[in-house]
Every structure is written in structure tokens, then in C-alpha cells.
């Protein structure tokens, strides 16, 4: 299979025919092409977009006063891109205030007692609404650039039905204020040439993409249900009735999940990955826009709170500028490089706000960016279920 197809196979059963937006492309191919291409499976409809360190990118967030993992804590101050410092809280005397932390597991099964009590509802359609951001250098410009992308899409309850989806992408605009300037010096541009990274830098193989400042047409389409019943991927394709299905409890939901876990990652490249890092990817998608029951939603932030490798960062601010907690779980991709694989959340909620990739140690698909930078990134703007799906424009 060549990559393009491979890409075409890997589309999350939700989106159907949408067309996927040229920065989207480029960067699942950058990263599909990194790694080795042995193992890999052919599959109908994998992955939604929160299963496989997400499409979209934030160029800067406020990154956490402390991380915390279930063994202690940890003092940090990622750089967002740029050189730009993330300033801590301050005390009185402008130095940092120390603060009293819970461990990650505490963290945890706090939000899972808040999610499992939150309404349900109902309707013939389960609508999500989200904001997609990715980060880029400019070929030649010295700056850094974010592509940003709303999508939206409506899945319905019942078999044979359709699935809705609406897309527009945003358009670009400089990370930071170091990165605006410049812009500026560069003469303010409206469209420009990114590089997206992958093996070796991808520039030789990959080449540019081209983005513009101005938003695109916004495109809705609709089209049958992957065999008629599938919505979305949980380790394996499942129909509306398997996540209506799921076990609450945090045990038997965790085995229900290995169950597709073969010792690789979710995009069957066969690059090795730990239990613990494949749990976390699935359940962020089961968390995140899921039409799962509120008690299922509580039950895997409990079985997130038993992982090992999990940790908290607190006081991040997601994208859309809304405060939240974050756990995460690093990755090591064989292309190079680390990132932090994240869910933030708000801990008063429970409510799921954003996912996020924190590059750790630059290299491969985030080569060029600085630590602590989020070179990708998805805000959740709502999700629920509704009676309407929109007609065809």
C-alpha cells in the first residue's frame, strides 16, 4: 500500500468523505513515512483524530507551575516556541510560590467522580465541534507558523444512518510575538511556504506545504456508515452499541481495551509501544467525543489514575485560552525525538477541554521546535447529542 492510501485506510470512521485539509495530509504522511514501514496492516476505518497524537497544533500554551507524577514532583518551566520563557505564579516577592500538589492518581480520581455525575442527554445524532492547531516553520522566513482548522461532525445513534461532518480551515497566523515580528520584517505575507518535518527533517522527501492567512470555504458532506454501523475506533472499529456497551468498571473496561493491544502502536507501524502509552491514546478519544455514558467517562479516568507512566501538569491553558490540569504520557517515536501525549481537563468539571503533543526532546515529526513547545493540538469546543444534522451545502 502507498502512503497516500495508507493515509486514505487510517481516516477515523466518523469523517467518512471529507476531505482532509493539505496541512493535515502532510503532517500524517510526515509521520506515517518516519517510521518503518514493516507490519503494517491494511484496515477499512482506524483511528479518530484524538487516537494518534491528533491533527491540529498549538503554537503557544501557559505551561505548567509543577508537574506531578505518582513518585513526586518535579519543577517546570517549558519555553513555548520562539525562546519565549512561561512564567510561573509568583508570591509576594515575584519569586515563585510554592504550591501543595496532589499525586496524579489523586488528581484523577477526582475528575473521575466529577465525569460520572455529569448529564447525559439524548438525540438521533451525537455532535462535536472542534479546533485543530498546527505548528510550522516557515521555509526560509526564520518564524513560526499555526494552522488552524474547525471541524464538525454529527454521528448518528442508530445503524445505516449517515454521518455529517463540516470542515473550514482558519488559516494561518504567527506563534508568538517573536514570531509576528517576524512576520512583519518579512513584509507580512499572505501566504507562504511550511516545512513539514518527518525523516530526516522531511525536507528532501516532503518538501513544503502552502498556507494562507485568510480562512478557506467552509465544505459539509455526509456519506453512509463504514459496514453500516461503525462510528468510531476504541483499539478496534466499534459500532454506536459497543460504547453504549462499555463496562464502567475501571478494570473491565481496561481489559476490554487490551484486548486490541498487540505491542505496537494504534497505526500498526510496527514500532513498539508500552501498554501504558497505548491505554492513554485510546482512552483520550474515549474521553474527549466519545458518546460514551458519563459512568464509562468516570471509569476510564480511573483506570488512567492506576497507569504507571502517568503524570499531572497543572495550570495549563489550552488553546482557546480556558485553564485546565493536564496527564500525559511521553512518546518516543522511532522517527526521533520525545513528546508528552496529553489530556487537559478541567478538574472542577471534569469536563474535557483539549489534546496535546509537548515536544520534551526535539527530533522527527517535531524537529526544529523547542522543548515545551505544542507543536500540535486539538480544543474540544462541545460535544452532546442532538436531533438535527445540517443539510448539504
Known sequence: MNPIDELRAARPAHLGDRPVDESTRALELARAMSGSREGRRRRKAVRPAWGLGLAGAAAAVTAAVVVVSGNGTVPATPRAPGGQGVVASAGPSGTTAPRVTLSAREVLLAAAEKAARQDEGSGAYWHSVSVSRNLYTVEGGGYLVVQRDRSEGWTPSATGGEQWSRSQSLGAEPATEEDRKAWERAGSPAAFEA???????????????????????????????????????????????????????????????????????????????????????????????????????????????????????????????????????????????????????????????????????????????????????????????????????
Open 195 to 393: 516545512v513539514v518535518p518527518g525523516k530526516g527533517r522531511g525536507t528532501a522527501k516532503y518538501g513544503t506545504i502552502p498556507l494562507s492567512t485568510s480562512p478557506g470555504k467552509v465544505t459539509t458532506s455526509h456519506s453512509p456508515l463504514v459496514d453500516g454501523d461503525k462510528v468510531f475506533w476504541l483499539g478496534r472499529n466499534v459500532t454506536m452499541k459497543d460504547l453504549r456497551g462499555l463496562p464502567s468498571d475501571p478494570r473491565r473496561l481496561k481489559k476490554w481495551l487490551l484486548a486490541s493491544y498487540e505491542g505496537h502502536g494504534t497505526e500498526s507501524t510496527g514500532e513498539e509501544m508500552s501498554g501504558d502509552a497505548w491505554l492513554f491514546r485510546v482512552s483520550m478519544g474515549l474521553i474527549m467525543d466519545m458518546p460514551v455514558t458519563p459512568e464509562v467517562r468516570g471509569a476510564a479516568f480511573r483506570m488512567l489514575a492506576e497507569l504507571d507512566e502517568v503524570k499531572v501538569t497543572e495550570n495549563v491553558t489550552d488553546a482557546e485560552g480556558r485553564q485546565g490540569t493536564a496527564v500525559s504520557v511521553e512518546e518516543s517515536p522511532r522517527g526521533g525525538g520525545v513528546y508528552e501525549n496529553r489530556l487537559v481537563f478541567d478538574e472542577a468539571t471534569g469536563q474535557p477541554l483539549a489534546g496535546e503533543n509537548v515536544v520534551v526532546k526535539p527530533g522527527g515529526p517535531q524537529a526544529g521546535f523547542e522543548p515545551g513547545a505544542v507543536w500540535n493540538s486539538t480544543v474540544l469546543i462541545e460535544a452532546g447529542w442532538t436531533d438535527s444534522a445540517p443539510e448539504s451545502s
